[in-house]
């Protein structure tokens, strides 16, 4: 295992709900293109405002994932 | 659209039930005094801690508005 | 109240549910050894990601707490 | 001289043409409600792309003026 | 207390003296024209050389006030 | 809208004229192989230098695009 | 003494007086329950206002201390 | 070769070795996908801890390489 | 697993061999009196220099380790 | 090629005309003095204002050159 | 005055009296060899401690200056 | 020693074979015009790539040296 290689990629995902929705929405898009998803950082927590409400949450991810040999 | 101007603030909101509320709750208060509001990024999420639980979470926000001409 | 000295420690915290349930973890466990815990800041959010899921959050806490005289 | 207080405020200026074009922009703006404006850092420099151009930049700015005592 | 919102703003003091003096001067002149000032965090410190000494020292402030309801 | 899900890639454009042209290259270059590009932040701005010169310009940019579900 | 391992603690000290008094503090405070503590930096700048005025200032200090072997 | 485009991205390389290794190991991965790299640049050095001792060393990398016009 | 609280502590270790050394020294001499280390992170990588040459390596780790229940 | 040594200095240029022109004169004002510069990043970019307009621009660039062995 | 260049040296000053008379000790210093000094930025405060008390600081300075035509 | 002035230059070591030899070259060139180096900071890591193998590793170090008085 100690020899295992990673990529990283950035995605960021978009819910009207909150910050875990916006980073599962990420988590699962990038789950149906790459496998072996391994851990996230948040990177940046953002949103869009619409007649004075949050109208949704934009929550950038780092995503790793095992690059297979 | 591509020549607005937009000025940037910075409110810190506070919420004892969790991030998003203090961020809507941060939101809502700078709309009483400020129209078209557009956009937040969240700068820092700190909080207050009271007999060894949180009492209240505090969220920096600075949020985008457009200026008119 | 102007002299107080205090001392920072850095917990992280985990959760299968979300990211507040994650602080109020890590702050409920630093409380069972440390009394006076007066403030905290989140300084990293991340998580681990299984069969293309979230599986866990985890966030990196700096926690303040008065150092008795 | 050595006295003096200034504050800052931070300005976003969009441009099609250019990122000059948009701090000039901001600093226009920015001197219809403020007088005594004495320095800019840039901040942040983003853009939008439309149909595989760039449609117009965005420079956030924070500029300094004089408080008059 | 709990859902207290704050806005914060930045203020340059200067002073010939030092570093607490233009920190003072800051603050006393935001409070002026701003009530219920309650935390500041220095953001930046530099100055000014004349002659090959220190003319004045400058230090850049956020200051956060408590947005009344 | 709200539920879109962005991906960021990071595109370097180089120019001998100068910045806009740079970013203008790594766009249109990025929009070759990837539709609905969104918009861009300007990440680094570096250069290389030939007989006392600025031979060409280096603008890394953060680019995000709409991922299609 | 190149072989040297040192712990790193954080300690924030407070003062109604100045910066440099609540630096000598957190490392007085320090002192009083480790030994060898060999140099500081300063993270971080901040203070408490009351009635328009710099009530406290709370200098937040990394502090370096050699462990025994 | 001043109007060169280059796409960055980031890979992580693990050794039970060391850092080089950890850094060649992530070079030579992502050469068997993509041609022309070019420079890296070390983002973060990260290990995990077996029984006490090092167990590997966790690199990660930003990779730039040549996009084909 | 995923309910695991951590606590991270920064260690500078020495050397005069080389970069691996120190972290490693760091590491072994947190062993001696922290069970289940988990993981360490590079902060920052320093050294001295006497007579024109490296006299030793100091690297600062942060190291993140279980915290028994 | 692979063992060369350089050294690294930063130089502010100015300029009432833009971006390129301030580090144009940089390195050029620079290569008055130092031979064999070879690359620059820009490291902050500001500005003076007078009379509601940009007076000039401000770069500070890092640039490096070959020292000679 | 707007075509000015700048160079930009890192002083550190130190003083066993406090963080004023440290940067004043830099400048000074400084000054006799260096013409037209212009401003400093401080970029970090740091120091020794001995038997328990700060034995003296060390202030690194940015320090600017005007370099002749 | 407590009121010495100390000049950090900042030096960026190649070397084909790893990080230390990097840093060490780099140290060794720097001794040779200046004398009482101090100590150094590991800044930025970097390396090109040739033919998918790491051709050179470049250290950027900031290097600190007493200046006489």
Chains 1, 2, 3, 4, 5, 6, 7, 8, 9, 10, 11, 12 share one sequence.
Do not use: C, P
């Amino acid at each position: 295992m100690s020899d295992n290689i990673y990529k990283i990629i950035e995605i960021v995902g978009s819910s009207a709900t909150g910050i875990e929705d916006a980073i599962e929405k990420a988590v699962a898009r990038a789950s149906t293109t790459v496998r072996d998803l391994r851990w996230f950082e948040v990177k940046e927590t953002r949103g869009h405002i619409e007649e004075g409400r949050v109208a949704h949450y934009q929550v950038t991810l780092r995503i790793g994932f095992t690059l297979a040999e």
